[in-house]
C-alpha cells in the first residue's frame, strides 16, 4: 500500500526506528507507551509519516485498551484493508495519502457507529488547535 514513491532507505531517514517499524513494517508499539494516550486538549491527530490529518480529537475516548482510540477518522483520511497475519481476520487501517500502517479497527466502539480506531500512537503526531 505504497502511496508516497519513497524507498526505505527515504522513510528510514525521516522516521524513528519505531515509527518506522510501525508505518512500513506493520508493527504494533508496545500497550501503554504512548504519551497521546492521555492527550485531551482539542486538536488534530495527524499521520506521523506525512502529516495527513487523520482524526479529530472529539473522536478520541478511552478505551481501557493502552493504545489511542477513536470513534471515526476525518473523511477520506484512512483506508482499510483484510489482515490476516495473526490467523484471524482483522481490519488494518492505514493513512489515505502515505499508506501507512496507522492500527486496526474493531466493532466494540462508541455507539452510535460501534467502531474503535486502535491506532499505534507513534503513527500519529498531535496538533493542538490554535497552534
Not at 12 to 27: D, K, N, P
Not at 53 to 58: D, E, K, N, R, Y
Not at 59 to 80: I, M, N, R, Y
Request: aromatic content about 8%.
Amino acid at each position: 500500500m505504497q502511496k508516497i514513491p519513497k524507498s526505505d532507505d527515504d522513510w528510514r531517514a525521516s522516521l524513528t526506528s519505531e515509527q518506522f517499524h510501525v508505518l512500513r513494517e506493520h508493527g504494533t508499539e508496545r500497550a501503554g507507551s504512548s504519551p497521546l494516550n492521555g492527550e485531551k486538549r482539542g486538536g488534530t491527530f495527524t499521520c506521523a509519516g506525512c502529516g495527513q490529518p487523520l482524526f479529530a480529537s472529539a473522536a478520541k475516548f478511552e478505551s481501557g485498551t493502552g493504545w489511542p482510540s477513536f470513534s471515526a477518522p476525518l473523511d477520506a483520511a484512512v483506508e482499510t484493508l483484510t489482515d490476516r497475519r495473526l490467523f484471524m481476520a482483522r481490519t488494518e487501517v492505514h493513512c489515505a495519502t502515505c499508506g501507512g500502517h496507522l492500527g486496526h479497527v474493531f466493532p466494540d466502539g462508541p455507539r452510535p457507529a460501534g467502531r474503535r480506531y486502535c491506532m499505534n500512537g507513534v503513527a500519529l503526531a498531535f496538533k493542538p488547535d490554535n497552534d
